[in-house]
Structure formats: structure tokens, C-alpha cells
């Protein structure tokens, strides 16, 4: 039995097995997977931004009410500074609109009437917005200017809509 065991084991041989696959040039199963998870890289990567632009579109709205929503309800700052505050948040949001060569050089009765004929409710800027340009030389604690100060927020407002 062991001679014939022998000659069993004597007549197997090793089992051949398959080639090796080369690495390169890959399958075009493959290429087909890196084409497609390519593309939605890309394609995900352009929705990111799509949508982060989508979410900053309207920021500077909601940051410019709030300053508007912080400007009245401010009893303790003086109307000088407001108007101030006012100011800058009017030019920045002409240039915003608008672009910085048609308005950011204006000043004085010029910046009044570039304000009337481009305001988006209608405002005369140059029959009411007249403080803006008198407060910061007028003495302190005027009355008028309080009460033109409220107009001028609300008309402030429309720019930011």
C-alpha cells in the first residue's frame, strides 16, 4: 500500500494557476469607475460652492439691518455718531448696489442727487438727507436732526430690500 501511495503521489503535480493580472494598463471597467467618481468629485464640489454662495448671497442684508435695528434702538449714542454710522452704511450700500465708480467719489450736494435720481423707493434725498451732510458741523443736540434721522433709517431701509 505504501508503494502504491508512492506512485499516486509521484504522478500528482502542482496546479497551475492563473498568469498574473498587470497593474497597467488597468481594465476599461476601471477606467470607467475613476471617469465617474471624477465627475462626481467635480459635480460635488461645484454644488458646495453653488450653495455657499446661494447661503452668503444675503448677508450683508441681515448685517445691515441689524446695524439699522442697533442705530434706533440706540438712546444713549449721540445723533452725530449715528448720522456717521449712517453715512458709511449708506455709501456701502450704494456701492453695493451699484458698483464703486458711479458713487464712491460723490460727496456733498452731488452725493444727495446721485442718492434722489438712483433710490429704489422714490426718496429725495436732497430735500430730506440734507443733515447727512450739516450734522457733523451742526451743534450738538438739534432736535430736527432726531426726527430726520428716523425718515432717513427708514428710507436707508428701502436701499437694503
Not at 452725530?80 to 450736494?109: F, M
Request: with cysteine; charged share 30%.
Amino acid at each position: 500500500m505504501q508503494d502504491q501511495n508512492a506512485q499516486l503521489l509521484a504522478q500528482l503535480r502542482d496546479i497551475r494557476g492563473f498568469d498574473p493580472f498587470p497593474w497597467w494598463p488597468i481594465p476599461p471597467g476601471w477606467w470607467f469607475l475613476l471617469a465617474a467618481l471624477s465627475f462626481l468629485g467635480v459635480a460635488l464640489w461645484a454644488l458646495e460652492r453653488a450653495l455657499a454662495a446661494h447661503r452668503n448671497r444675503n448677508v450683508w442684508k441681515v448685517e445691515a439691518f441689524k446695524l439699522l435695528q442697533a442705530l434706533e434702538e440706540d438712546r444713549q449714542k449721540p445723533v452725530k455718531d449715528k448720522i456717521a454710522s449712517l453715512s458709511i452704511l449708506l455709501r456701502k450700500l450704494a456701492i453695493r448696489r451699484h458698483g464703486r465708480k458711479p458713487c464712491a467719489g460723490l460727496e456733498g450736494r452731488d452725493w444727495l442727487k446721485w442718492l434722489t435720481l438712483n433710490d429704489p423707493i422714490g426718496f429725495d434725498w436732497e430735500r430730506e438727507g440734507k443733515f447727512l451732510i450739516e450734522a457733523p458741523y451742526a451743534p450738538e443736540g438739534r432736535s430736527e436732526h432726531a426726527a430726520a434721522l428716523e425718515r432717513i433709517i427708514k428710507a436707508v431701509k428701502g436701499w437694503v430690500r
